[in-house]
């Protein structure tokens, strides 16, 4: 089980050391005039975001658009905001840009462009190794949107590299696979719950947080042998 794969660990002297964080980069400014430079590494949440709670019920969203209207979509993006995904090839530029583009998602009329919009947030994010961005671009997407959230977030979250993560950022992954292994159990997908609290345990470790890993594993344990 996933508490004893854990414990094993812990024997072998594992749990106190942990890779160097990775590299700090130099503050970036963007060159850009429609929208607003993003302010700090780990920006709060808007007043005012909804939670999954409080998302409107499937029958009030809209299906996202289909491939020839994210073409349109694309080059009007585009058009309106040249050059602004390649300011996002270092960690710390795709920190900025995913939050650019979150803020101005959350006004963006155009409902082919926003989905974009938050695509295009999401994926930095995951670039960022950026679990808390990650989570405000889907929490977004879910406000307008018909598409299953918790997978895709799980997906999302599989992508980053844990091993990676500074403390910080573990911890704060770790925090977000949680919610969706929370959101999945209360809506009775057991397997999804069981996988994100695989990621958990995972950050948790990273984050040299052992009691919170433990829990987490605990939990996993319990979801597999089921009631």
């Known amino acids: 089980m996933l508490l ?3 414990c094993d660990s812990l024997a072998r002297g594992s749990g106190g050391r942990y890779a160097a964080s990775m ?4 503050i970036i400014v963007l060159l850009l005039t429609a929208l607003p430079a993003a302010a700090g590494d780990e920006p709060p949440a808007a007043p005012g975001r909804p939670t999954m709670q409080q998302l409107p019920s499937a029958a009030s969203l809209e299906a996202p658009p289909t491939a020839r209207e994210l073409v349109d979509a694309r080059a ?3 058009r309106r905001y040249p050059g602004i995904l390649a300011r996002g090839r270092t960690t710390a530029g795709a920190t900025v840009i995913a939050d650019v583009l979150i803020e101005a998602a959350a006004s963006e009329e155009d ?3 926003k989905w974009l919009m938050l695509a295009e947030a999401r994926r930095m994010a995951v670039a960022s190794g950026n ?3 990650l989570d ?3 929490v977004l997407a879910s406000a307008t949107y018909d598409f299953d959230a918790d997978e895709e977030e799980y997906r999302s979250l599989k992508e980053i590299p844990v091993r990676l993560l500074a403390p910080q950022r573990a911890a704060s992954f770790a925090e977000v696979a949680e919610k969706v292994a929370g959101r999945a159990e209360s809506d009775g997908r057991r397997d999804l719950a069981i996988m994100s609290l695989n990621l958990a345990v995972r950050g948790w470790q990273r984050a040299g947080a052992i009691d919170a890993a433990r829990k987490a594993a605990i939990r996993h344990d319990e979801l597999i042998v089921g009631p």
């Open 4 to 6: 004893e794969n854990l």
């Open 23 to 26: 590299a700090h980069y130099g």
């Open 76 to 78: 009007e993006f585009e």
């Open 111 to 113: 409902r082919d462009v």
């Open 131 to 133: 679990a808390a961005l």
């Open 136 to 138: 405000r671009a889907i």
